[in-house]
């Protein structure tokens, strides 16, 4: 079985981002299997939460990158809610990988 990889971007139904640097914390930061829509791991792949509270594993749904979707959903995010940010505009590695690196990376709380 393949694991998900950090960093994982973590999309609620309103768009926002959220961070997990070690998918090996998603029991204890991710209270239970629908706190989130989409999330995307360290190489691009989609993953969902499983199990009960407290007991919440996150693990890929296809081993396909999603480029565009993942793209995509930073985007929004960089659009309608990174009002902290400096310039409002995500990060612009070609690379997948250096390009989700760089979104964790980059992120502001809101």
């Known amino acids: 079985m393949t694991f998900p990889v950090g960093p994982i971007l973590l999309f609620d139904e309103d768009g926002r981002m959220f961070i997990l640097h070690d998918p090996a914390l998603a029991d204890e930061l991710i209270e239970s299997e629908d706190e989130f829509c989409q999330g995307y791991d360290g190489r691009g792949r989609p993953v969902r939460a499983y199990g009960g509270p407290g007991q919440v594993t996150l ?52």
């Open 59 to 110: 693990a890929l749904v296809t081993a396909e990158a999603q480029v565009d979707d993942l793209r995509a959903r930073v985007e929004r995010y960089y659009s309608v809610f990174a009002a902290r940010h400096s310039t409002r505009i995500p990060p612009q590695e070609a690379d997948l990988v250096a390009f989700i690196r760089a979104v964790a990376e980059d992120w502001v709380e809101e």
